[in-house]
C-alpha cells in the first residue's frame, strides 16, 4: 500500500502541476461561476417576486433551482474531463517506454494499478474541490439544509471513481493517450445513458435491467437527497471491476 | 549470481531466443554481445522480471525468477535499452521515486541517492529536469537508477549507444569502476566495449548462444590464427591461384586491391608465403601479419558462420 501511495502522489503531481491542468480548471471555473451565478441570480428574482405567496416545488427550493443545475454540468465536464486527466496513467509509459521501469521493480501489478487509480483519483477530487467551491460559497451567504448537497457530492464522489478506473483501463490498453481519451468519454456516455433510449423500446424487464445499470438513474438518487446503499455498492463494484481490468492489461504485457 | 537454464521465448511464431544456458558468477562483468536482432534485450528483459519466458528459468541467487519476482527484483538494478526517464521529474526526485519502488527503506532513501549521484558524477545537476540534460547526462541518470537500491547486480542493456566518443568513454570509465562492487552483465553490440570492460563474453546470435569463454580464451582458441594482408602490383590472380595451391592448411581470399590469408600462428608458413610471391614475381609491396584477431573479428567469423546471409 506505501507502494501504491508513492505511485499515486508521483501520478497525481504529473497530472496537477502541468499548465494543462491550470488551463483546463481555469475554464471550467469560469463556465461553472457564468452558470451557478446566472442560476442564482434567477432564483434571487423569482424568489423575491413570490415572498408575499405561499408557494411550492422544484423552482423555489434553491436544491434543485440552482445546485442540481450545477451538479449535473459538473457531472458533464467529469464524463469529458477525468479520462483526459487519466489517459497518460499508462498510455503515456508504454509509448516512452517508462513502463518497463515499474515492471522490473519489485512491485506489483495491483500496486502499480491501484497506485495509479489514487493519483487519476486524486486529481478528480480536485475537480470536485473546485465545483463545490460554488454551492459553498452560497452556504456560507444564506442558510439552508444541506443534506441533498451532501448526498450529491456523494455521488459525485463515486462517479468520478468510476470514471477514473474506466479512464485508467482504457490508457492500459493503448500506447496513444488520446484513443484512451476518446474510448474513455464514449464508455462514460454510454453508462450514463445506458438505461435512456431503452426504456421506450424494450420489454418491461429489460427496462428494470437498464435502469439499475444506467449511472444516471443512480445518480438521480444521490441528487434527490438518498444514498442508497445499492447504489453505492453498484458505482463501487464497478469501479472496482475496471481498476481490475486495468491490472489485468498490466500484468499480462509481461507474457506478451 | 545470474542461472539461466533452458531459455526460451517466442513472439507469436517468431522465436525471439531458444534454448538459452548460462551462469554469472558473482563479482564477474560478462558482456552479452549481439548483432541486433539476436536476442539480447529479450534475455535481459526476462531475466529482470519484465517479460516471462516462454519455457525455461532464471536463478537470481538461487531464487526463480518467476516464483519470487519481487525478492530477486530487489536484487538487480536494470538500465534497459532506452533509459526509463520521466521528463516531469528532476534529477534527484526521479532517484527518491525509484529507490521507493525499489523498496528502499525510508531512512535510506537519502544516502542511497547521494551515493548514486555521486557515483555516476551527477551531483551538479541533481536540480535539473531531465528534458534538460543532454543525452549523456539521461544516460547517466539511467545508470544510476540502476544503482540506487544497491543492488548486487547490474545489468546494463546498450548503456552507450547514441553516445558521442567522449561520452562513451565517460559511461565506459563508470561501468569500470563497478568492476568489484558489482555483478555486471553488459549487453552491447559495440565489442570494444566489451574488450575494454568484461571478464567474459557470451555471444549470441539468432537467439542461441554460439561462443562463451572468458576474453582471453575467446583469443586465444578461435583466433589462434594469423592474418597476412598482401598487396602485389601485379598478377593478382595468378598469386591467389598459386597460393591456394601451396599445401598449408590456409585460407586466402582476395579483396579488390588485397589478398587475405588467414593461417595457423607460426613463421615457417609466412617464410614460404613470402618465397612464393617473390618468385611470381609479381610486385610485392606490401605484407603485413597480424597475429591475433581481435574480438570484433572473433565476433564477425563467429555470427557469419551461423548466418551465412
Known sequence: MKLALAIGRKEFLGIVKTPMFFSLMSVCSLMWSYNFIRSLLLFAGRSMNNMTEAVSGYEYNIHYAVFAGHLDFVNFILVVLIPALTMKLVAEEKKKETLGLLLTSPVTSAEITVGKFIGGYFSGLVVLLISLMFPGLALFLGDFPIGPLASSYIGLLLVTGLYTAVGLFFSSLTESPIVAVILGVCANIVFWNLGKELQQMSSEWMVKVFEQISLGVHFTHFLKGGVALSSIVYLLSLTALFVYFAERVIESSRWR | ?309
Open chain 2, 1 to 309: 549470481m545470474i542461472t539461466v537454464k533452458n531459455l526460451s521465448k517466442n513472439y507469436g511464431e517468431r522465436v525471439a531466443i531458444e534454448n538459452l544456458n548460462f551462469e554469472v558468477k558473482k563479482g564477474e562483468v560478462v558482456g552479452f554481445l549481439g548483432p541486433n536482432g539476436a536476442g539480447k534485450s529479450t534475455t535481459m528483459k526476462i531475466v529482470t522480471g519484465m517479460l516471462a519466458a516462454s519455457s525455461g528459468q532464471v536463478l537470481v541467487d538461487g531464487l526463480d525468477t518467476f516464483d519470487h519476482p519481487l525478492e530477486t527484483k530487489k536484487k538487480i538494478g536494470f538500465l534497459p535499452e532506452f533509459p526509463p526517464l520521466y521528463e516531469d521529474m528532476v534529477v534527484e526526485d526521479y532517484l527518491v521515486y525509484v529507490a521507493k519502488l525499489a523498496r528502499v527503506p525510508e531512512k535510506n532513501i537519502a544516502e542511497n541517492v547521494y551515493m548514486a549521484l555521486e557515483a555516476t558524477s551527477l551531483l551538479a545537476v541533481r536540480g535539473r529536469y531531465i528534458p534538460h540534460l543532454s543525452k549523456g547526462f539521461r544516460q547517466r541518470v539511467g545508470i544510476s537508477q540502476a544503482l540506487v537500491s544497491q543492488p548486487d547486480i547490474l545489468i546494463l542493456d546498450e548503456p552507450t549507444v547514441g553516445l558521442d566518443p567522449k561520452q562513451v568513454s565517460q559511461i565506459r570509465e563508470l561501468l569500470l569502476s563497478f568492476k568489484g562492487k558489482y555483478t555486471v552483465v553488459l549487453s552491447t553490440h559495440i565489442l570494444s566495449e566489451v574488450q575494454a570492460t568484461c571478464d567474459r563474453a557470451i555471444i549470441i546470435d539468432q537467439g542461441r548462444i554460439i561462443a562463451e569463454d572468458s576474453i582471453e580464451n575467446l583469443q586465444k582458441n578461435i583466433m589462434g590464427k594469423q592474418q597476412v594482408f598482401i598487396k602485389v602490383l601485379r598478377n593478382q590472380d595468378q598469386v591467389v591461384a598459386d597460393l591456394k595451391k601451396m599445401d598449408l592448411n590456409m585460407s586466402v581470399n582476395k579483396t579488390a586491391d588485397q589478398i587475405i590469408v588467414e593461417l595457423p600462428s607460426g613463421k615457417e608458413d609466412l617464410e614460404q608465403i613470402s618465397s612464393k610471391i617473390v618468385q611470381l614475381n609479381a610486385g610485392l609491396v606490401e605484407f603485413h601479419v597480424r597475429s591475433q584477431m581481435d574480438l570484433e573479428q572473433v565476433f564477425l567469423q563467429l555470427t557469419s558462420k551461423e548466418n551465412p546471409s
